[in-house]
């Protein structure tokens, strides 16, 4: 479907996970998780944390509080970000506001979603 990427399905315990993948080796990563972040539970305790010295965004608490899910969702995730050691960038509730740090692009919510693009093509080089 995607030329020059590659479909797996990857066993899991009690779920397989469908990974696509393919692009260079040394140029930037872009990852689509769908799903809720509470799945980072099941990341392994001693693990070195992926976001550990990174400054990112993503939902912030005062947006789960404005919807209302802040007593529904497992934890927060700028909360659980924050405590894994990354520097967390809030750019205003329900804001369209992006991160970018090296290779690391993040957006803070579905508004972001333009700009996020935008951005990765601009690291592509695809202006």
């Given at each position: 479907?995607?030329?020059?990427?590659?479909?797996?399905?990857?066993?899991?315990?009690?779920?397989?996970?469908?990974?696509?993948?393919?692009g260079?080796?040394?140029?930037?990563?872009?990852?689509?998780?769908?799903?809720?972040?509470?799945t980072?539970?099941?990341?392994?305790?001693?693990?070195?944390?992926?976001?550990?010295?990174?400054?990112?965004?993503?939902f912030?608490?005062?947006?789960?509080?404005?919807?209302?899910?802040?007593?529904?969702?497992?934890?927060?995730?700028?909360?659980?970000?924050?405590?894994?050691g990354?520097?967390?960038?809030?750019?205003?509730?329900?804001?369209?506001?992006?991160v970018?740090?090296?290779?690391?692009?993040?957006?803070?919510?579905?508004?972001?979603?333009?700009?996020?693009a935008?951005?990765l093509?601009?690291?592509?080089?695809?202006e």
């Amino acid at each position: 479907m995607f030329e020059g990427f590659r479909e797996e399905m990857i066993p899991g315990a009690g779920a397989d996970i469908f990974v696509r993948h393919g692009g260079k080796v040394d140029g930037p990563g872009l990852l689509l998780l769908h799903g809720y972040p509470q799945t980072s539970a099941m990341w392994h305790d001693d693990r070195l944390p992926l976001v550990e010295m990174k400054t990112l965004t993503g939902f912030t608490n005062l947006e789960e509080a404005a919807v209302g899910l802040t007593e529904v969702v497992h934890f927060l995730l700028q909360s659980k970000l924050e405590e894994g050691g990354a520097s967390f960038s809030d750019g205003g509730v329900f804001s369209e506001h992006i991160v970018v740090d090296g290779l690391l692009m993040t957006g803070q919510n579905p508004v972001s979603s333009h700009k996020a693009a935008k951005s990765l093509l601009a690291l592509l080089g695809k202006e």
